[in-house]
């Protein structure tokens, strides 16, 4: 009986494991307009990749809530409004890409990041040698 109730502990940990860490990854145009896109479902877990629109960045530092848009950037008329509550990432600026992570609300076209992820800039690659 200890046996069954170790495996079914253990069956239930790599379940919820996998279920939380498991979600797709998208391009805003996918999410917006795809088959995968459209059925997912309220709540459901996604991670979303664009670069962050110029001009659309808002910051309250009290409140520590950052708004702004993304775009696709094959698709640029793809544009999403993202909010993510947080600290503002350094490297985090306009035209820079971003992999947000969060649930989507389709009626009013808001991503809700529990995640943000900034691309390192290329200022921070080494320069080749000519």
Known sequence: MGVLVVVAAVAFLIYRGISTTGAYYLTVAELKTSE???GLGAGEV???GGDVVPGTVTYDQ????LEFSIRDPDEPDQVLVARYEGPK?????PEIEVLLEGTFDRASNL????NLLVKCPS???SEEES
């Open 89 to 93: 990432p350094d490297a985090f600026e």
């Open 46 to 48: 996604v991670r979303v």
């Open 123 to 125: 200022k921070y690659q």
């Open 36 to 38: 995968v896109g459209r």
């Open 62 to 65: 009290r409140a520590l809530v």
């Open 111 to 114: 991503f809700l990041a529990e």
